[in-house]
């Protein structure tokens, strides 16, 4: 059964994807204008992908009979101290969704709905790869500290990240 409870909850996590995609679209724009290539490439890739995430949700909204409202998003803040600050940021923000997601599962169990409970799967695999490699981001730029030709391979190497996905 798809109560309302599933569907506002649902509704609220599609539009968290669509506020993930935005706020990575405007530290994609941000890093551009620094010339990291790599990590903006990354950046853009990315939003695509949460776009998709959101997409995946209206439409299973939808096959269950309910009905999407997307909210208006503004990232209002598109200016970063430096790109460790940037993905320090990434990284509290997709911990943030994970819990989010860990609190639709727990919901879905909640209310019977085992249709909904796996439907949530992808996305908690989706959430462990996610933090994995912002963390993995992350940790890369500690050892770099403030390595300017640190950086540059950094950038580099994540080009190859993304052609590799
Ligand atoms: Fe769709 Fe990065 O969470």
Redesign the pocket.
Known sequence: MFSDKIQIGLIKQLNR?YE?SQLYLSMASWVEKKGFEGICEFLYDHSHE?RM?MLKLIRYINKRGGNVVIDNVCIKKITYGSLKELFKKLFEH?KK?SNKINLLVELSLKEKDFFTYNFLQWYVE??IE?EALIRMVLDKMELIGEDRGGLYLLDRDIKNIHIKK
């Open positions: 994807e993930s949460e995430h997709e969704i989706e959430q996610e």
